[in-house]
């Protein structure tokens, strides 16, 4: 597992670095067309799945192979709220997709926090694929391999204060849909900082660091794991919950594991032992999945390529190799 957590920059500096990023993510929309704002939806909503996955990676030790479970059940509890109970409200459906991600990941929680390391990780990919079976075969509920289809002009934000109906209608939904994902995911990350920085936070970094130890000073081990593993699972559903209206169709492919696999590759991408790597590694992750999907027919074997470079040349992602970069640059 993971070596002891890197401290990072200070919070004065993230927020001077966070405050101008937000505000370039804010006028992009604004600067790309519509394809490239679809991009940035997608890869914010990633970034969210990635976050909450890197709670369990990088702050507790335990690396996840089920991760699609809980983006997959929310995305589901969305679309069955659309398609079957009509719902229109996106606020609902995010809340429908929570309580059910909350849910799957409690109870899966509980079975796979008994153990740790490789069994953890076989565990936690083997009740996923539970999910993706069911998904599969139940074909009568879910439309299989057919999917679930969310028309975009079937849901209001706000309480119904913005809907996409009549002329423009795309346009309109996607430009809306870029702030109303942003503000959330904003929201996100503050909770998430919030989280890793509170003493329950600290406590999840002990147990990484050294279980046994932390369990001698008091800590409950396995009750501190199942709460982190029930966080996870509860961000990556709020991700799947806002993917679905973007993407239009819900899928059994979203439960599948090589799903688990790229919210993996997401996290070292970006550099899993520090808070922002999962964020910048799941945008780039999009990006580079995107073009290289157009570029190649063998756009697996690319991907796989950067990762076997990432992990040779860049252990600690592309935000840990830069930390270490202006480390290197201060003592000189």
């Not at 009750?223 to 982190?228: D, G, S, T």
């Not at 029930?230 to 169709?249: C, E, R």
């Not at 570029?295 to 040349?313: E, K, P, R």
Request: charged fraction near 10%; charge should be positive.
């Amino acid at each position: 597992m993971p070596g002891p957590q890197h401290t990072g920059p200070s919070t004065a500096i993230l927020v001077a670095v966070a405050l101008p990023a937000l505000a370039v993510l804010a006028v992009l929309p604004w600067l790309v067309g519509l394809y490239q704002t679809e991009l940035l939806i997608y890869g914010l909503t990633f970034a969210i799945a990635a976050l909450g996955f890197n709670l369990l990676l990088g702050y507790t030790g335990l690396l996840s192979f089920g991760h699609s479970a809980y983006f997959g059940t929310g995305a589901y509890a969305v679309a069955f709220l659309v398609s079957d109970f009509s719902v229109q409200s996106m606020e609902l459906c995010i809340l429908g997709g929570l309580l059910s991600a909350l849910v799957i990941s409690g109870l899966f929680g509980y079975v796979c926090v008994r153990h740790t390391r490789i069994f953890f990780s076989i565990l936690a990919l083997a009740l996923s694929q539970v999910l993706w079976s069911l998904a599969f075969k139940f074909f009568w509920v879910t439309g299989g391999t057919d999917g679930i289809r969310v028309p975009r002009t079937g849901i209001t934000l706000l309480g119904g204060l913005i809907d996409f109906k009549g002329s423009g209608a795309y346009p309109k939904f996607v430009f809306s849909y870029y702030y109303y994902v942003l503000a959330l995911f904003v929201i996100a990350v503050a909770i998430m900082w919030v989280i890793v920085h509170s003493p329950f936070g600290k406590a999840l970094q002990a147990i990484r660091d050294n279980e046994t130890r932390a369990s001698f000073v008091g800590i409950r081990v396995r009750r501190y794991r199942l709460i982190a593993f029930v966080i996870s699972g509860v961000f990556t559903g709020l991700a799947g919950a806002l993917w679905v209206p973007l993407n239009g169709l819900t899928t059994p492919d979203i439960l599948y594991w090589p799903f688990s696999g790229e919210i993996v590759f997401m996290t070292v991408l970006g550099g899993f032992r520090t808070f922002t790597g999962p964020i910048l590694g799941a945008i780039a992750f999009n990006y580079l999945k995107v073009y290289a999907v157009a570029s190649s027919h063998y756009w697996q074997l690319v991907l796989g390529l950067v990762l076997v470079i990432l992990v040779m040349l860049l252990p600690t992602g592309i935000v840990g190799t830069i930390e270490r970069a202006f480390a290197r640059l201060r003592r000189r």
